[in-house]
């Protein structure tokens, strides 16, 4: 558990960064993932797509929870920061919400994707070109909007630290379907896999 708290104070710290600073903060993300890869940290998404079976089901949702625990510390000391971060989280939480959990989801699927392909090239860590991926996913998934249900669970801490009022029910929906997209956008790969398998058979 410790660990996967360790991964969402991580992905926390990358988080403010990216609402102090979009620009800079995407790379800023960059850091934290390689620093959950290099130092073992349990991380929802570098773990999702790597399950061995239903039995990592458990221990997959604890890592999640473990993440999660680690945003709330962060986003408390957020709010010494001289930026508007807490205008930026509103915002993103805000268009969340507008997009509906169903298309939320959906989003949340190509950061599902994008993190398992760079986390299995880092994880391999036998030259600087493994570590690349890592570079160029994060930007890649910010850019293109696909939601990281740590990174959400973060922004969440600081959009709830700067409510007036929330919809929990609205807010409860979006999220579960950003970890069920998350979830299946890490294990796209082996789902192709799976299907390429299944039509060379067929073609014996």
Known sequence: MAKSIFAGILIGIAGW????????G???FCVGLIAVVKYGARLYTGT??????????????????????????VASISLLSPFPIGAAATK????????GWLGTG??????????SLAVDFARKNRDFSDW??????????????FPHCVADAFYCCVYLLNASSVSWGALAAYYGAIVLGNFIGCNVYRIAQIGIKETQEAKK
């Open 17 to 24: 960064g990216f609402l102090a600073n979009p620009v800079l």
């Open 26 to 28: 995407m790379f800023l």
């Open 48 to 73: 999702a797509g790597f399950l061995t079976g239903w039995r990592d089901l458990l221990p997959l949702l604890l890592i999640l929870l473990g993440n999660i625990t680690g945003c709330p510390a």
């Open 92 to 99: 993103i939480i805000t268009a969340r919400l507008q997009t």
């Open 106 to 115: 959906l989003l949340a699927i190509g950061c599902g994707l994008l993190m």
């Open 132 to 145: 690349l991926p890592l570079l160029f996913a994060v930007p890649a998934f910010i850019l293109c909007g």
